[in-house]
């Protein structure tokens, strides 16, 4: 029950960062999105609600496809995922259209980021040959990270998430900072991180000294409650742009169609906003 | 002139130095380029072409396409010190360090939990690591018959520092690069739509790299959806992914990827494969090994015995979806 008569509207985390992604889809662009789950379904989203003739490859090989919703619960390279693509190649032909410049943005997810992008999906805690929690590992999120233009980042906004310093860099933002970091290792010039979202903040990259920075808020967070929330300070922009609510169309295709089941979208953190102040009711 | 190119960093990751010269030789000594039957059993060929200590690669994982029948018979065969390629894989590994069968891992991506973590921490089983497009970049170039292959990922990163990637610079243009060492895996496991009983092989839909994989291992074994017939495979040559004379082994497995799907034939399922999951959680991967895999003969007695004709016929069922794969 809320105080006022407004209507509200529940969701998860994880739903509201596949929503504010979904917001940043732009038909134009190709992208390369990581795995199945929650990259894939943020997409999946924005190419149903704005952007239906946006174009994105999988690191499995399937060339822009139209997938047939309702998706499978296990829906990792499944047929329904890769429903009349305009190609099914492998890995290795998708990874070099990255490498070639055709990849506008890199769609990925992180276990811990760092003030410089760099991520971690490797393990948490303890040393590498000892973890204290051994992850999957970089999975295609090296070579997306490395060779796409622009990646956008998907993760909680968690203290033990925005590091100071990642237990274990899997995957390249700006290295150190420094300038042409990324071009002394080998890696393509004028690529990097462009985005970190999350529930209830979105982070860009400041140009000059490649750090991040607070770009827009939810309308149900304060800029302290952000920074309460992480482990480093970031830049914050003059001008805080504001997010939008998850609409309940949104959340409809989400439940219905993306993840019916919500193995992936109905694990995290419960939150009813209302609808017209966006601040949380109840 | 005879200056090397300087290394400028390299990964402390353990790899098999490669060696296409030797991979010739062995191509030209034991690669049979007849037109032979290579059909036998599952038993058979994982007897006979996986052994002890190989470096093992498969294509795909347990979710689709993967050689799970295969990857049974290697446990039901107690096979040991396996150094396995965990590239876009699922809880394929675990399942194998279930079965005591694995040594090393070199990690692209993998499904983790209790089993691995405690594995790792026991010293049993050690990772090096890669990632998903570096271990199939590195496959491409054991695939070309070439040492090394440079690329544009993996530096800068603790990912690199854990590989046996090194920075370098190009010798053309003097920028630094980076390059991984080619590989050839000892055995390669693939799962296919099709295939003759010489080897030619069909793999539908979107793969990893099963064609490079199948031409940069020294011995390649297809389990197979359908054996058909070769004036099928001569009457459209253009759906050939693999040819006979890569290929050492044909099994027929239909249900092969079971608990996972091959797309256009049968979906996944989903509780038997949660069902792996639970094991581990609870410590109990034993007791699902000895269900599934110990306490069974061979594949044709798990699909009979644990699996049912009403379970595959509802798999069959679920999965709706023929186009691109059987038109």
């Known amino acids: ?282 | 002139m005879t200056q090397a190119p300087p290394i400028l960093s390299a990964g402390r990751g353990e790899f098999i130095a490669p060696d296409p010269d030797a991979f010739r030789r062995y191509v030209r000594d034991h690669k049979d380029r007849r037109l032979v039957s290579k059909l036998i059993t599952e038993q058979e060929a994982v007897a006979r072409y996986v052994s002890d200590g190989d470096y093992l690669a498969y294509d795909q994982n347990v979710a689709v396409r993967g050689p799970a029948s295969l990857f049974r018979e290697i446990i039901r065969q107690r096979k040991k010190d396996l150094w396995v390629m965990a590239k876009f894989t699922w809880t394929d590994v675990s399942l194998l360090v279930a079965g005591g069968c694995v040594s090393k891992v070199d990690v692209g991506w993998m499904g983790t939990g209790p089993l691995l973590n405690r594995a790792m921490k026991a010293g049993k089983v050690k990772l090096i690591e890669w990632s998903n497009g570096a271990l199939a970049y590195r496959l491409l170039a054991g695939s070309l018959g070439v040492p090394y292959l440079p690329m544009r990922y993996l530096g800068g990163t603790d990912t690199f520092e854990q590989s046996g990637a090194i920075l370098t610079e190009d010798p053309y243009n003097h920028k630094p690069i980076c390059v991984v060492p080619a590989l050839n895996p000892d055995v390669a496991l693939i799962h296919a739509h099709q295939a003759d009983i010489y080897g030619n092989t069909r793999v539908f839909g979107a793969g990893i790299c099963p064609v490079e994989m199948a031409m940069a291992s020294k011995k390649v074994i297809i389990s197979a959806e359908e054996i058909i017939d070769t004036g099928e495979i001569r009457r459209q040559p253009q759906r050939t992914t693999i040819p006979y004379y890569l290929v050492d082994a044909v099994v027929h497995a239909p249900f092969g990827s079971y608990p996972g799907s091959t797309q256009g034939l049968y979906g996944a399922d989903l509780e038997q494969w949660l069902a792996f999951a639970a094991a581990e959680a609870q410590d109990k991967t034993d007791e699902y090994l000895e269900h599934w895999v110990y306490s069974m003969a061979s594949h044709e007695e798990m699909l009979e015995k644990r699996v049912g004709q009403a379970k595959m016929d509802a798999l069959r069922a679920a999965e709706t979806l023929k186009e691109g794969y059987y038109d």
Not at chain 1, 51 to 71: Q, R
Not at chain 1, 84 to 89: L, M, P
Not at chain 1, 252 to 278: F, N
Request: some cysteine.
């Open chain 1, 1 to 282: 029950m809320t105080d006022s008569d407004n209507p509200t509207v529940s969701f998860t985390d994880v739903e509201a960062t596949i929503c504010h992604i979904a917001h940043m889809i732009e038909e134009d662009k190709l992208y390369f999105v990581q795995m199945a789950g929650a990259p894939l379904m943020a997409l999946l989203l924005g190419k149903t609600t704005r952007a239906p003739n946006v174009g994105y490859v999988v690191e499995e090989g399937a060339v822009c496809p139209k997938p047939e919703f309702p998706l499978p619960r296990m829906m990792l390279g499944s047929s329904r995922s890769h429903f009349r693509a305009v190609q099914w190649t492998g890995m290795l032909t998708v990874d070099s259209h990255a490498a070639l410049g055709f990849m506008d943005y890199g769609l990925l997810a992180a276990l811990q980021v760092d003030r410089f992008g760099n991520f971690n999906s490797t393990h948490i805690g303890g040393t590498y040959d000892q973890p204290e929690r051994r992850f999957g590992g970089p999975g295609g999120a090296n070579e997306i990270a490395s060779q796409c233009w622009r990646t956008i980042i998907m993760t909680k906004l968690q203290k033990r998430k925005f590091v100071e310093k990642a237990d274990f860099v899997s995957s390249p933002g700006y290295l150190d900072g420094s300038a042409g970091a990324r071009e002394r290792v080998g890696l393509p010039p004028e690529t990097g991180p462009w985005r970190v979202v999350t529930a209830e903040a979105t982070f860009g990259f400041d140009a000059e000294t490649r750090q991040m920075r607070l770009d827009a808020l939810a309308p149900w967070v304060s800029v302290d409650e952000v920074l309460e929330k992480m482990d480093f300070r970031p830049l914050i922009a003059n001008n805080l742009g504001r997010m939008e609510v998850p609409s309940e169309d949104e959340l409809k295709i989400i439940r219905a169609d993306i993840d019916p089941g919500g193995l992936s979208t109905g694990r995290g953190e419960w939150m009813t906003i209302d609808s017209t102040t966006g601040k949380r009711a109840g």
